[in-house]
């Protein structure tokens, strides 16, 4: 379980974006959490995915408190999570080619990098690709590379941060399938964050809206 | 949804014929990224192209306004008529840069850009542009010049004086849509003017497209957005590989009896409204097409005849579309 208890949040103290907001997604679970752009919603999704320190409140893993942000979360903590952004050229290193980006979280945390091919097959990559760098491939094509690095550790969480919002209907749905795929298989729980009211309907088990979020 | 699609009144703003755009790579290899499109846009009329990103459309929209890159050629031609005006029968494929620059791009194509506060210049105001649009196209300068432009596209008056990164993003797409407006072109292009936005915003910024297309001036809304497109456009011209693989009318592809090619079929029915599944498989590489249809990797329909590639008649490009609509 991933519980959200009284977050405060932002980049200015003084005003907050995100204001003693609870969640919790249940095991398994997948939760989509609607509301406008620059509502603080994706703030929200940062914290819950340990990248982004509260001002106040807590993370709780499973039953223990996140005991750190960043670099400085605890391994097993900061790789129970696999996080997917709006937009793949911004979270992705223009320098390195499609199997090195995917492989970043093995190397990183000193596993072997031969399930890179599996990895690329699970999300709909051709062999051809995996030599390209980002701006030698499509957008839709760089965000299937992303979501293959966020499913690299297998994650007990999902955090999908608009991750479709620049995408076609066929490249959506593609990615969805493979998010939904996975999470049949390893159980995991997913935070879906959106703008698109008829696609975390149709996605996910349960919507939020910010709205009501921030006025309980 | 879809307003009604009778005949319309005007007529033929832009006539496009044999369209083909390549570009050659340092290795020498060619990309074809659009491939004979042939298509009419009338007065008063909004032709949505859709299709995934990488599949010509936006390419096509550059070829337009000749903002392609040195190393493309085209071929083909893009006859802008303005309906009335007996200014008609410039070929924009032919025209040169100067034409282009001086006659072209926002007095006779108006460009609604994809990303208006990447399209903006940051130091300065939303006044400063429009006047110096106003000035450049209309040859009139002065405050009710700028404030009417603003009004066209309800840009409110007292966020003039704002810089880009100071506007939410509808009032950036606002200021966008003034400044392709000042120059009253009769061919608005409107490429992906909605990516990134609401929903809620994505409506109002369409619905505006619309508004500003009345009955004198014609629409090409370029997006990836179903949807949107769904929701204002007369016709829609569906773009596979770089070919217009369907072009038909917007109400019988939104409603019934549906899209005809089962790559538009595989398209439309991937939103989440209705069954959420994608077209299997990754669209073609444009500088590694597959010979004939190039479809046919993904096509469930796909047969030995689809070894060479399907014309476009009757508005769709397919071999077995009779079996594909039964
Ligand atoms: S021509 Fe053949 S492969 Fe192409 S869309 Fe039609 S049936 Fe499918």
């Known amino acids: 379980m991933l519980e959200l208890r009284d977050v405060t949040a932002g980049y200015d103290r003084r005003a907050p974006v995100v204001r003693g907001v609870s969640l919790t997604v249940r095991v398994g679970e997948a939760v989509g959490l609607l509301g406008p752009s620059g509502c603080g919603k994706s703030t929200l999704a940062r914290v819950a995915a340990l990248l982004h320190r509260p001002d106040a409140g807590q993370v709780v893993l499973d039953g223990e408190p996140a005991a750190g942000w960043r670099h400085r979360a605890p391994r097993a903590q900061r790789t129970s999570f696999g996080v997917v952004f709006q937009q793949p050229r911004l979270s992705a290193d223009p320098r390195l080619p499609l199997a090195r980006l995917i492989a970043e979280p093995l190397r990183a945390n000193g596993r072997p990098v031969d399930a890179v091919p599996e990895l690329a097959e699970t999300v709909g990559l051709t062999a051809d690709l995996l030599g390209r760098r980002p701006h030698e491939v499509s957008d839709g094509q760089l965000q299937r590379a992303c979501l293959a690095r966020a499913l690299a550790l297998r994650p007990r969480w999902l955090v999908c941060d608009e991750m479709t919002a620049m995408l076609d209907a066929s490249t959506t749905a593609a990615l969805v399938g493979v998010v939904e795929a996975y999470r049949r298989e390893s159980g995991a729980g997913l935070l879906a964050v959106g703008h698109d009211r008829v696609l975390l309907e149709r996605w996910c088990d349960r919507t939020v809206g910010w709205a009501e979020l921030t006025s309980a | ?107 006779r194509v108006g460009l609604v850009p994809q990303s208006p506060v990447a399209h903006l210049t940051p130091v300065r105001t939303v006044r400063s542009h429009l006047d110096e649009t106003v000035r450049a196209l209309t040859g009139t300068s002065g405050p009710d010049g700028v404030r009417a432009a ?177």
């Open chain 2, 150 to 326: 603003a009004g066209r596209a309800a840009f409110p008056e007292d966020h003039l004086d704002r810089h880009p990164h100071q506007l939410s993003g509808g009032l950036a797409q606002r200021a966008a849509t003034a400044l392709a407006l000042v120059g009253d072109a009769s061919l608005l292009l409107a490429d992906e003017p909605t990516t990134g936005l609401d929903r809620d915003l994505v409506e109002r910024t369409v619905d505006e497209l619309r508004r500003h297309t009345g009955d004198h001036r014609a629409l090409l809304l370029i997006t990836h957005d179903l949807a949107a497109a769904g929701r204002i456009a007369d016709r829609v011209a569906v773009m596979y590989a770089g070919r217009l693989v369907e072009i038909t009318d917007a109400a019988a592809f939104f409603g019934a009896p549906g899209p005809r090619h089962p790559y538009a079929r595989g398209l439309l029915n991937a939103l989440p409204e209705r069954d959420f599944a994608p077209v299997p498989g990754l669209p073609p590489e444009l500088g590694a097409l597959p010979e004939g249809c190039a479809f046919a990797p993904r096509c469930d329909r796909a047969s030995e005849a689809c070894a060479t590639v399907p014309e476009l008649t009757s508005g769709v490009a397919c071999h077995h579309v009779a079996v594909a609509r039964a």
């Open chain 2, 1 to 107: 949804m879809t307003p009604p699609t009778e005949p319309t009144p005007g007529g033929t703003v832009l006539s496009v014929r044999g369209l083909c755009v390549r570009f050659e790579m340092r290795d020498g290899s060619y990309v074809r990224a659009v491939t004979d499109a042939s298509f009419d846009l009338a007065a008063g009329e909004c032709l949505a192209l859709v299709g995934e990103s990488g599949c010509g459309k936006s390419v096509l929209a550059s070829a337009l306004l000749g903002l392609l890159p040195a190393n493309a050629s085209v071929a083909g031609s893009a006859v802008l008529g303005d309906a009335g005006s007996g200014a008609g029968g410039l070929d924009l494929l032919a025209a040169d840069e100067r034409v282009l620059a001086r006659e072209v791009r926002g007095r």
